[in-house]
């Protein structure tokens, strides 16, 4: 029940952050200016998009390997 807790929070606090984050390079940014306001917030959410699932799967897999190494730690010291 904790890690679905953990696993909502995670996911809230990503989407409610999502809309005020830049995440554009130099030229991104350059030429979502060209392109115009609705267009390069689209560009914007797409960058977020592809960049949250890559993230996603690095989080899971520090919290598998935290959790083990503290599982491991415990044991050491019994």
């Known amino acids: 029940m904790n890690k679905i807790k953990l ?7 990503m989407l ?3 809309q005020s984050v830049i995440a554009q390079c130099s ?7 060209q ?6 917030h689209s560009l914007n959410v797409g ?12 989080a ?3 919290f598998k390997w935290w959790k083990k190494e503290k599982q491991i730690m415990k044991e050491g010291n019994n």
Do not use: D, H, Q, R
Request: aromatic share 16%.
């Open 7 to 13: 696993l909502f929070f995670y996911v809230a606090i």
């Open 16 to 18: 409610c952050g999502i």
């Open 27 to 33: 030229i991104c940014t350059k030429t979502a200016s």
């Open 35 to 40: 392109l115009g306001e609705g267009p390069a």
């Open 47 to 58: 960058i977020l998009y592809l960049m949250f699932m890559p993230l996603t799967i690095m």
């Open 60 to 62: 899971y897999i520090g």
